[in-house]
């Protein structure tokens, strides 16, 4: 029996990338969009569903429950992009990007959780990003919402492997999505002290993911880590430059690496 995966957030992009290629690769692949109804070329099933609603989760769930007996992976990749100086983010804005970006996906990972542990097994990954090992500059609450999931993640994983659930984080970098179209920006005002360098920072993050990779090499990556035995608890898909900036926050004095990023986005 093929293995049953749900994707969140499978409409486009990087899940829609990867749905496509686990169902080439024989897998029953369910995935979910908040307006399936508008979407005509899937080639995997497609489920209503909010990751803000608990109510159409766990409906989302009974449904692929209805239809197979089992969910053995659970792949939250729905999430929101944001950017704008910090100050000048409206309130509501930050808690929608938490709420889509942390709370959804640990909404869905609170519903699934009964039926793996019955089942005695299952596999949760997590898309989360290499920004979220970083404060980058008018992307912070995307940053910070992203850290959330990953130090969340790390600990749920200890208290759920008695289960035989296993949980992973995959943080992607840039990749060529329409992520950026889809994301709140902060609207650079003409009298705000910040417009000058966020609107610079804009340009260079937008052209980051217009010339991003591949989402195919994503969905590579996700396959070869469902097939894993024992998988690591990170994972980071991008760059071999993007990949490093973890490694020399790491090794880096912290004044060091700040300059290092305020160049790259042009800030100093």
Do not use: C, W
């Not at 998988?231 to 898909?237: G, M, N, T």
């Amino acid at each position: 029996m093929p293995k049953t995966v749900l994707i969140t957030g499978g409409s486009s992009g990087i899940g829609k990338a990867i749905g496509e290629y686990l169902t080439e690769k024989g897998y029953k692949v369910f995935g979910t969009s908040r307006n399936p109804e508008k979407i005509t070329d899937s080639v995997f099933t497609l489920l209503k569903m909010d990751v803000n609603n608990t109510d159409s989760i766990e409906n989302a769930i009974g449904e692929v429950l209805r239809k197979v007996e089992k969910i053995d992976v659970v792949i939250n990749n729905a999430g929101v992009g944001i950017t704008g100086p910090i100050e000048e983010t409206p309130e509501n804005e930050i808690k929608n990007a938490f709420q889509t970006n942390f709370h959804g996906p640990i909404n869905v990972i609170k519903a699934v959780l009964p039926q793996m542990r019955k089942q005695g097994f299952g596999h949760i990954l997590n898309i989360t990003s290499i920004a979220g090992y970083m404060g980058l500059p008018y992307r912070g609450i995307y940053s910070a919402s992203k850290a959330a999931l990953e130090i969340t993640i790390e600990a749920m994983r200890m208290e759920t492997m008695q289960f035989g659930v296993k949980m992973t984080n995959i943080a992607p970098g840039d990749f060529a999505t329409n992520i950026a179209a889809g994301r709140y920006h902060a609207p650079v005002l003409d009298t705000s002290p910040y417009k000058k360098d966020y609107g610079n920072t804009l340009t260079t993050m937008n052209e980051h993911v217009d010339n991003g990779g591949n989402p195919l090499e994503m969905a590579k990556a996700v396959h070869k880590i469902i097939e894993t035995e024992n998988p690591r608890i990170h994972y980071k898909v991008g760059s071999t430059l993007q990949k490093f900036s973890i490694v020399l926050k790491r090794i880096l004095p912290d004044r060091v690496y700040e300059r290092m990023l305020l160049k790259h986005y042009g800030l100093k």
